[in-house]
């Protein structure tokens, strides 16, 4: 996903507005190029990161305890602008894919977590 907000950020918010229209969703505004999209593709790069390092040390908790915090955020945040701002499908999409990982990654944390103690 961060590689298609790096080539092609328009695109994404387009796609999505053209399926809010269909769900009687407000369409976002799709802005140039700016600063908050360097910030959402480093923190896409920092999950990623993270999501690697869970692969290459499956017997260090903190890695999944880190993405489910990144993860359960980034969710939590959707769910409040969706509600309290702007009611937007790309948010509500957002809430619901990052808080699944986020409970995955904090499944694994917990299965972790047990096999120590």
Same mark, same amino acid.
């Given at each position: 996903?961060?590689?298609?907000? +790096? !080539? #092609?950020?328009?695109? $994404?918010? /387009? &796609?999505?507005?053209? *399926?809010?229209?269909? !769900? ?7 802005? %140039? @190029?700016? &600063?908050? /999209?360097? !910030? ?8 990623? *990161? ?25 969710? +939590?945040?959707? *769910? =409040?602008?969706? #509600?309290?701002?702007?009611?937007? +499908? /790309? +948010? $509500? $999409?957002? =809430? $619901?894919? %990052? ?8 499944? @694994?944390?917990?299965? /972790? ?5």
């Amino acid at each position: 996903m961060g590689c298609l907000f +790096l !080539l #092609v950020p328009g695109r $994404v918010l /387009i &796609f999505f507005n053209s *399926l809010s229209e269909y !769900l009687g969703l407000n369409q976002s505004p799709v802005p %140039d @190029f700016n &600063f908050y /999209i360097v !910030l959402a593709i480093a923190y896409m790069y920092l999950v990623t *990161l993270v999501a690697f390092l869970m692969y290459k040390h499956p017997e260090n908790s903190y890695f999944p305890l880190l993405l489910a915090n990144g993860k359960l955020a980034s969710s +939590l945040l959707s *769910l =409040c602008i969706f #509600v309290f701002s702007q009611p937007y +499908l /790309i +948010l $509500v $999409v957002n =809430c $619901v894919v %990052d808080g699944l990982i986020g409970i995955a990654a904090y499944a @694994f944390y917990r299965k /972790i977590k047990s096999r120590g103690s």
